[in-house]
């Protein structure tokens, strides 16, 4: 029998081929469960026992509901994951005309596996303003696009031309990894880069398209007319775009047993996915808020893979200021919130390394997360997890409790560690962390795999944790 959430996350996964997309879906399914969206930029007037959600730059979302029995000063309970993947992102100045080609300039972010993006079938997502006139006024509308037909891709070089391609193939980002949008033969044939209309494959049903005869010097016009065409708008009203290349192969369950899942963007949009998800279930009936002393949370942040220094990233004050605004909404004392922080816990939950059984010794001896073994709970003595003894003990609690498994993971002592937003945030914010993820490989490739298995374990934990976490930590004293 199919795993259902496993079925689901393929659904969130297929619906989100960037973080805008991403923060998108989880809006969809937020209002659907009952939640109420705010806005930063207004007052927040919030009641016990309701949910509520905001959005920064359409790339970050917060969402949170609130206990019955809340007061200023309990605990906020967390689980963050970020809603970012490495990925080829198209420059300011994308048109590039070299041998005959039309190609388009992007630039690397984060850190990907670029070799796995050469012959793959690409096309390109994101957002775009555009100008709109009505009634003789004219406005600003953020829309996202997503062309769904391959409409690129960067070929590899024959074999016969680099014959010692297999002893070592090095990506150079700047000249590589440009992909080939058409031939300039072609465009001048189809008259596409005049603009005099053209009928092309990325738009459907092969509707002819007006071009407008003013030369962007900027994008190709084939380019633009695809983005126009998408969104039914004229090119010269596309006033900037925040675009990148994506694979247009769906997510799946795969492997000769279906044990698998194979996707793009399994980090982090699978714990952005069972985080979510959670908290919506663990919120849906109406009396999962009766007892309930704190505010359960979910905090999905852009710009985790290049360190999360943004307005958006949570380095920025998003969290710090969510906390703020909810304790205040209840009491005007400010000496609530350094109490409130203190009471609170994080769950930072990012994908975590699986053992790879053609690179056993990448992993140290004790630390070798399986895949199908439940969540990965990550250590760091230097800190580049947040992970303590304290944190750690009351994450594993509750999966014991439910018979859920665990493992933990350390990197070897002769390797450099990577980092996540747990340590971020716990010195940034001050609040208790454990970093965690669910085992995977193929990392930052653009087609990655986990277990199915470790999906369920991963939601099921993450629910557990929202409706039993304000009960056990009262039962553990630390700083008295």
């Not at 390109?124 to 690129?152: T, W």
Request: net charge negative; proline share 4%.
């Amino acid at each position: 029998m199919e795993n259902p959430v496993a079925i689901d996350l393929l659904d969130f996964l297929n619906a989100s081929p960037t973080a805008f997309h991403a923060v998108d879906e989880a809006k969809k399914r937020l209002r659907s469960a009952g939640y109420t969206q705010l806005s930063e930029r207004d007052d927040w007037k919030l009641e016990a026992g309701k949910k509520y959600y905001f959005t920064r730059n359409h790339s970050t979302i917060v969402a949170f509901a609130v206990g019955k029995k809340y007061v200023a000063g309990n605990g906020i309970f967390i689980i963050g994951a970020h809603t970012d993947s490495p990925c080829l992102k198209l420059k300011p100045i994308t048109k590039v005309t070299k041998g005959g080609y039309l190609e388009v300039g992007v630039q690397p972010y984060g850190g990907g596996l670029w070799h796995t993006w050469f012959d793959r079938d690409l096309t390109i997502a994101g957002r775009v303003i555009i100008r709109e006139k009505k009634d003789g006024s004219e406005s600003y509308s953020h829309r996202l696009i997503r062309i769904e037909e391959p409409i690129m891709r960067i070929p590899t070089l024959a074999i016969h031309l680099d014959r010692e391609v297999n002893e070592g193939f090095k990506v150079n980002k700047q000249t590589h990894l440009a992909p080939v949008l058409a031939t300039s033969v072609k465009a001048e044939l189809d008259k596409l880069t005049t603009g005099n209309g053209f009928t092309g494959t990325g738009l459907g049903d092969g509707k002819k398209i007006e071009g407008n005869t003013k030369t962007n010097e900027k994008h190709h016009p084939l380019l633009l007319q695809l983005i126009s065409a998408q969104l039914g708008c004229e090119p010269d009203d596309i006033c900037d775009f925040e675009l990148q290349a994506c694979d247009t192969q769906k997510s799946i369950v795969a492997g000769a047993l279906k044990e698998f899942i194979f996707s793009g963007r399994l980090d982090n949009l699978c714990m952005s996915f069972c985080s979510l998800k959670a908290l919506i279930d663990s919120t849906s009936s109406e009396s999962s808020l009766q007892e309930e002393t704190g505010v359960r949370m979910v905090a999905l942040f852009d710009h985790e893979e290049v360190g999360s220094d943004s307005a958006q990233g949570a380095g920025s004050p998003v969290t710090l200021d969510a906390l703020s605004r909810i304790t205040s909404s209840f009491s005007s004392d400010t000496k609530l919130l350094p109490k409130a922080i203190q009471n609170s816990y994080l769950v930072s939950a990012d994908m975590a390394h699986a053992l790879h059984p053609n690179y056993m010794d990448k992993h140290e001896e004790n630390h070798q997360p399986k895949l199908h073994g439940g969540l990965v709970i990550k250590h760091n003595a230097n800190q580049r997890y947040a992970t303590n003894a304290v944190t750690a003990f009351l994450f594993r609690e509750i999966a014991a409790k439910h018979n859920l498994p665990v493992q933990d993971f350390v990197i070897r002592s002769d390797m450099l560690c990577g980092s996540t937003i747990g340590p971020i945030l716990a010195s940034g914010v001050g609040i208790r962390t454990v970093d965690v993820g669910t085992p995977q490989l193929s990392m930052h490739s653009i087609r990655e795999m986990c277990a199915v298995d470790d999906v369920k374990h991963s939601y099921e934990h993450f629910v557990a944790f929202f409706q039993e976490f304000s009960h056990l930590d009262a039962k553990l004293a630390v700083d008295v």
